[in-house]
Nanobody, 115 residues
Framework: QVQLVESGGGLVQAGGSLRLSCAAS????????MGWYRQAPGKQRELVAQ???????NYADSVKGRFTISRDTIRNTVYLQMNSLKPEDTAVYYC?????????WGQGTQVTVSS
């Protein structure tokens, strides 16, 4: 059983920064793609950023140039550095790992950006 534990959410003013982390428990797990999704009230969950096992990344257009995803393979951890935050970035952020093809989700962490 793989468990994902997120941290790093919170309240920040517009233009500020936050860094999210998500670590997977379990030894010798083969993680394929790591990603971050978000869900705002009344909206569907959407992909924010992904990073594959080769280090290739994919970003939603709305966050390109502001957010950076990275991974620490040894620690089974993925990070999301969020800069120049906007009120429209307010949402619950979820990490998602494919291990190696089974999806696992974190519990979600709230990010609130005030104007």
């Amino acid at each position: 059983q793989v468990q994902l534990v997120e941290s790093g959410g919170g309240l920040v003013q517009a233009g500020g920064s936050l860094r999210l982390s998500c670590a997977a428990s379990g030894r010798r797990i083969s993680i394929n793609t790591m990603g971050w999704y978000r869900q705002a009230p009344g909206k569907q969950r959407e992909l924010v950023a992904q990073i594959n096992s080769g280090g290739g990344t994919n970003y939603a257009d709305s966050v390109k140039g502001r957010f950076t995803i990275s991974r620490d393979t040894i620690r089974n951890t993925v990070y999301l550095q969020m800069n120049s935050l906007k009120p429209e970035d307010t949402a619950v952020y979820y990490c998602n790992f494919l291990v190696p093809t089974t999806p696992y989700w974190g519990q979600g962490t709230q990010v609130t950006v005030s104007s």
